[in-house]
Nanobody, 119 residues
Framework: VQLVESGGGLVQAGGSLRLSCAASGSIFSINAMGWYRQTPGKERETVATMSGGGTTDYADSVKGRFTISRDNAKNTLYLQMNRLTPEDTAIYYC??????????????WGMGTQVTVSS
């Protein structure tokens, strides 16, 4: 399975971005998917996940601002990010699991896309 993120970039505080994650390869093995982010010197953190059954979960810091969605016909995962703040600046990674929930195990990672929010 290959995961390729796109849609990152530079945006002003208060703006929006939509990240995409295109999956290819043995996509039939993908069940749950999610978005994670990491800044220098910090551990990678969970941003949003979607279980194989479609249940979504968000980090408290992004609830009400970010929305995770999935288009199975296009084999693509999305992250709509609104009302961005400088604290959202990070490298955003797409990930997938063969399990029903990302918390069980993560099997595949994308290379990441940089999101920079200016104040």
């Amino acid at each position: 399975v290959q995961l390729v993120e796109s849609g990152g970039g530079l945006v002003q505080a208060g703006g929006s971005l939509r990240l995409s994650c295109a999956a290819s390869g043995s996509i039939f093995s993908i069940n749950a998917m999610g978005w994670y982010r990491q800044t220098p010197g910090k551990e990678r953190e969970t941003v949003a996940t979607m279980s194989g059954g479609g249940t979504t979960d968000y980090a408290d810091s992004v609830k009400g601002r970010f929305t995770i969605s999935r288009d199975n016909a296009k084999n693509t995962l999305y992250l709509q990010m609104n009302r961005l703040t400088p604290e959202d600046t990070a490298i955003y990674y797409c990930a997938a699991s063969r399990e029903g929930r990302m918390q069980e195990s993560i099997h595949y990672w994308g290379m990441g896309t940089q999101v920079t929010v200016s104040s």
